[in-house]
């Protein structure tokens, strides 16, 4: 979910716009905020466009700094707040399928033009409280419909991500993408080959984390763009996981919920995740908190037979309620099966204070070696099962074990 801005931000932004038009340019809220606000009436942040150029930004702020002077972008502060303040511009060709070769200022209406759906290519004028709208997107947002403004075989040309933009924006607010425009992304869908890991990763994870992640799946796999973002076969299984997880799972949830989806087999398992790792450029965080939800859902999978001891260690881990709603989502009967017994498990103690450590063990007389490690583990199974209670017993078990290391 984006934060919402609360309304001192958009005093400020009025605060901006209305400087800039008393130096006498025309100046408006422009794209998401606009949108936002006549879906939700609150937008997450500001975007101002102006017929103001850099150089009378700069005049009329003299702190605002520049962010991408090519393209007349500046970020001005007011109120504790940062606004991204633009020049009108329009946008020339895209050799690198990314951004535009050159830019020239223009106007409004050319700076609607250049702007990817309709939905989000809309002026506000907070002062007469109107909506200047150039491309039908007042009409689109009402019918709930993600359409490509103008050509949309040339506009997902020029920038392939808006492939990946119209989704999520039409998964994130529930919307249809047009006919013509999803027939272009799914003509243009081997193109996302070429765009950059980070900004592919980056629109995944903004889609994944957001509620509606089970549209998105669905929608990614429909148009045939998984394929090439996660380079593996096209899949056709619904993605019911992703779907069902709650709303504030995380995106290495989300990410394990989609494997399981696409994939039965540990093997398959295993690999689609070390490979979505290199396409996605996954965080490390990301990348091992993926990892341990996989394995912690084996291990929930199969929970019937595990000891105590592994029932216990596996419930203490805090991905586990991770790990939970994925197996919520497959079978809830094993899911409060699963609950009910951790309830049980944590009378006794989840993960208890160890009755022994390493220190105790070498004043035991067992000398330093490569198997410590694992004789105090197996004496905390012994604990965790409640085989043993206090530290005698502890350290007996803890000597017989290390014999038993010794003979074999
Ligand atoms: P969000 O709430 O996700 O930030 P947003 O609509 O504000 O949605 P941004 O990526 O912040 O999206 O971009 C702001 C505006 O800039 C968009 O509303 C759109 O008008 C324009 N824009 C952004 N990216 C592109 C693009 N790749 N091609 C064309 N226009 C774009
Ligand atoms: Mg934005």
Redesign the pocket.
């Known amino acids: 979910m984006?934060p919402v801005c609360p309304i001192e931000c958009r005093k400020g932004a009025i605060e901006i716009l209305e400087k800039l038009r008393s130096a006498g340019f025309e100046t408006y809220f422009a794209?998401?905020?606009v949108?936002?606000r006549l879906l939700s009436g609150s937008p997450?942040?500001y975007?101002i466009a102006t017929s103001a150029r850099p150089e009378d930004i700069k005049k009329l702020f003299p702190k605002a700094r520049s962010v991408g002077e090519s393209f007349g972008v500046m970020l001005v502060r007011m109120q504790n707040s940062i606004y991204d303040v633009a020049t009108f511009r329009s946008d020339g060709p895209y050799s690198d399928k990314r951004h535009p070769d050159e830019i020239t200022f223009s106007d409004a209406k050319h700076d609607a033009l250049?702007?990817?759906f309709t939905i989000?290519?809309m002026f506000e004028d907070p002062i007469e409280e109107k909506i200047i709208d150039f491309v039908g997107g007042k009409e689109d947002l009402q019918n709930r419909i993600v359409r490509a403004i103008g050509d949309p075989n040339k506009r997902i040309s020029e920038?392939h991500?808006?492939m990946l933009?119209a989704i999520r924006f039409a998964s994130r607010f529930e919307f249809s993408i047009e006919t013509e425009t999803a027939n272009a992304i799914r003509e243009h869908s081997h193109e996302l080959r070429g765009v950059s890991r980070e900004r592919i990763g980056e629109e995944l994870r903004k889609m994944l984390t957001n509620t509606n992640r089970g549209v998105a799946a669905w929608e990614l796999q429909y148009l045939g763009l998984d394929r090439f973002i996660l380079e593996e076969e096209s899949c056709m299984n619904a993605p019911t996981r992703v779907g069902r997880l709650p709303a504030s799972a995380t995106y290495a949830t989300a990410l394990a919920a989609w494997i399981f989806d696409r994939y039965t087999s540990d093997s398959d398992v295993q690999a689609a995740a070390s490979n979505w790792r290199k396409r996605l450029l996954l965080s490390n965080k990301t990348y091992d908190d993926l990892s341990i939800i996989l394995e912690l859902h084996q291990k929930l999978y199969f929970w019937d037979s595990l000891g105590t001891a592994q029932q216990k260690r596996t419930s203490a881990s805090n991905l586990c309620n991770s790990a939970l709603s994925i197996i919520q989502c497959e079978d809830r009967s094993h899911f409060v099966h699963i609950r009910r017994e951790i309830l049980n498990l944590e009378r006794s103690g989840l993960a208890p204070e160890r009755l022994i450590n390493g220190n105790d063990l070498l004043e035991a007389g067992i000398p330093p070696s490569s198997v410590l490690g694992e004789v105090l583990e197996s004496v905390y199974d012994a604990q965790l099962e409640g085989s043993i209670t206090n530290r005698t017993q502890a350290i007996q078990l803890a000597q017989a074990i290390y014999r038993d290391f010794l003979d074999s």
Do not use: K, P, V
């Open positions: 984006n794209g998401g905020c949108r936002d997450s942040e975007d250049r702007r990817d989000n290519g920038d991500l808006r933009r």
